[in-house]
């Protein structure tokens, strides 16, 4: 599996923005999806958009984020505006094979939105 690093987490007010940055190392599969997931205390964890041969949003985060990739780069951003409390969650990056049944995951990187 590849290694995944986020950045970019932190604190916001509402209504602020934040980026969050994956990079991915090790041997690469084309093609491949990569995707940010979310898990707030006590859900699920949720995908909040993903990119590969198409992309994806939750509704919840539709007009408000989006999920940027480089493939020369191997990295995935996501771009975070209106924030808001509910947008409180450990956001993860996640690389996906599907044909290679490969699915790796990042260590997570907290975002709280709050006053």
């Known amino acids: 599996q590849v290694h995944l690093v986020e950045s970019g987490g932190g604190s916001v007010q509402p209504g602020g923005s934040l980026r969050l940055s994956c990079a991915a190392s090790?041997?690469?599969?084309?093609?491949?999806?990569m995707a940010w997931y979310r898990q707030a205390p006590g859900k699920q964890r949720e995908l909040v958009a993903e990119t590969g041969g198409s992309t994806r949003y939750a509704d919840s985060v539709k007009g408000r984020f989006t999920i940027s990739r480089d493939n020369a780069k191997k990295t995935v951003d996501l771009q975070m505006n209106s924030l808001m409390p509910e947008d409180t969650a450990v956001y993860y990056c996640?690389?996906?094979?599907?044909?290679?049944?490969?699915?790796?995951w990042g260590q997570g990187t907290q975002v709280t939105v709050s006053s």
């Open positions: 090790g041997s690469i599969f084309s093609p491949y999806t």
């Open positions: 996640n690389y996906r094979v599907r044909y290679r049944n490969i699915d790796s």
